[in-house]
């Protein structure tokens, strides 16, 4: 540990006799909002007790999508490299370092707690007061190279892809959305939205029911990659048709068990509740309202229509320790991340990505960046 192996020494020579500076990397740096440029960086040093990860792909977020367009300013410092879901194999370990070897396939945790706020203290981590990530409030995995301690890593297995295990955190989002609202068998489930994140709840969630599955959406597209990879689940698309009535009278009055809201910033349609409205308006009577979406502004409730269900309204935010769910799940064959990547494009495309991003939402999900 901490001594480069011969194969090791022998990638990095082709690294430096391929153009590259010995000790730097390629990387994408968000040098001004709404524009990247690739460019060459020194490697990120790393302690006897971290190790070296060598980025294989990385997978753009929604977040990534605001932070692009300076919505996290000033949370976020340029110039600046995002990037918090991604995943590699280590390249080097510190001297201090066990349970992991150079070459070992692994996933990044990209969430850094402060263990020292009552919430941590209480083990209830994604709540910290001080939370921070990798990829957002420091340099991230938009680069060949990461330093990180073992603590954030998860081993994947060989029959997962380098590919697939770049989706491990966005699929933690949904496990953990999943074990808040305590999904369990024959529940009926609604999603308010059909993004990036619906979609991973989408699939986390039939993995442990295979109840009635609604999600809504006003992106016909989104819609249409939900009903190819599975057809079981009732698309509703929210401009054509009123969620809350399908919902309603498909389950023969008496609505789903838990709604996940997963919709953040919603577009205002007439003659339809705002998307958390929706929720609450689509549960049964005791039933569980989830609340992911990251909106700002301030959504209209009447909590009487919660109140005379007796129901809940909780949130989810991040995950805790999901990633080995997620994991174990892609292993297994029961999650369908292909369904989700909509494209993998170099890193030296980054800017091309993002603009299909946000230009095209109906043809593009997830882009992943190539950093071979």
Known sequence: MGIYTYSNCFRFMNFANSGHNFFKMKAAILKKYNEFSVDEKAIPTMSDDEVLVKVQFASICGSDQHLY?????????????????????????????????????????????????????????????KLRLIGIDQDGGFAEYVSVPPSMLYKVPENVSHEHAALVEVYGIGFHACKRAKVKSGDRIAIFGGGKVGQCVMQAARTKTKGQLFVVDIVEGRLDMIRKSYPDVRTINARKEDPVQVIKNETNGHGV????????????????????????????GGGVVCVLGLGDEPIPIVYKELIWKEAQIIASRVSHGEFAEAIEQLSKGNLKPDALITAIMPVDQIQDAFHLLEQQPDKYLKILLDLN
């Not at 509740?273 to 549960?283: A, D, E, L």
């Open 69 to 129: 367009k300076g919505d996290f300013h000033p949370r976020t410092k340029l110039p600046f490299t995002p990037g918090h879901e991604f995943a590699g194999v280590i390249e080097k370990t510190g001297n201090h370092v066990s349970g992991y070897k150079v070459g070992d396939k692994v996933a990044v945790d990209p969430i850094i707690w402060c263990g020292e706020c009552d919430a941590c203290k209480n083990e209830h981590y994604p709540a910290c007061e």
């Open 257 to 284: 068990d838990i709604a996940f809201e997963v919709v953040g910033h919603a577009e205002t349609i007439p003659n339809r509740v705002n998307p958390v409205r929706g929720c609450v308006q689509s549960i049964r």
